[in-house]
């Protein structure tokens, strides 16, 4: 079965905008995730599925840990997903944000992108204005050599037009 993204995406829309950075947070990662990671066929479905759905639970990792995962599931079904596509959607969806090693293909494509995003122009701000928070600790989360180079670069990049704008 293919799974109709942009049904799945408006089916988790109404969850998503309840969050602090919205759906364009999601459409943000799956960008990034499309343009930087290569993603096998036979798991675009599970990936592009779990980007989605990854933050549908809340705001907090609290939220998105104890709701998502049953948020997903119900959207999946309402989808006509079969229950092992949904529980390994749901199984990244409860666990995204941690670091296991050597995770699956689908996690590590959501876990980096969404880690980039932090570098994005609209969200590096939210994150670049908290007391002491470390970039480079974000750095080393990522998984992927590639990930972290587009990472460093964004980085770069934030850093200069964060100097422009303060030296005018």
């Known amino acids: 079965m293919r799974v109709e993204y942009e049904k799945l995406f408006a089916l988790a829309k109404p969850y998503l905008e309840k969050n602090d950075l919205g759906s364009a947070h999601t459409n943000r990662v799956l960008d990034i995730a499309r343009k930087s990671f290569p993603i096998?066929?036979?798991?675009?479905?599970?990936?592009?599925?779990?980007?989605?759905?990854h933050d549908i639970g809340g705001s907090s990792?609290?939220?998105?840990?104890?709701?998502?995962?049953?948020?997903?599931?119900?959207?999946?079904?309402?989808?006509?997903?079969?229950?092992?596509?949904?529980?390994?959607?749901?199984?990244?969806?409860?666990?995204?944000?941690?670091?296991?090693?050597?995770?699956?293909?689908?996690?590590?494509?959501?876990?980096?992108?969404d880690k980039i995003v932090m570098f994005s122009p609209e969200e590096f701000p939210i994150y670049d204005a908290r007391p002491k928070f470390d970039w480079n600790k974000i750095i080393?989360?990522?998984?992927t050599e590639q990930?972290?180079?587009?990472?460093?670069?964004?980085?770069?990049?934030?850093?200069?037009?964060?100097?422009?704008?303060?030296?005018?």
Request: glycine share 6%; hydrophobic share 35%.
């Open 140 to 143: 080393a989360l990522i998984y």
């Open 61 to 113: 990792i609290k939220e998105q840990y104890e709701k998502g995962p049953g948020i997903a599931m119900s959207v999946l079904r309402q989808m006509g997903c079969d229950e092992d596509f949904i529980g390994q959607v749901c199984q990244i969806v409860g666990t995204h944000h941690d670091h296991p090693d050597n995770p699956p293909t689908a996690f590590r494509v959501l876990f980096d992108a």
């Open 40 to 53: 096998p066929k036979e798991l675009e479905d599970l990936t592009v599925s779990a980007i989605i759905l």
């Open 147 to 168: 990930g972290k180079t587009i990472a460093k670069t964004m980085l770069q990049q934030r850093r200069r037009k964060k100097q422009r704008i303060s030296k005018n």
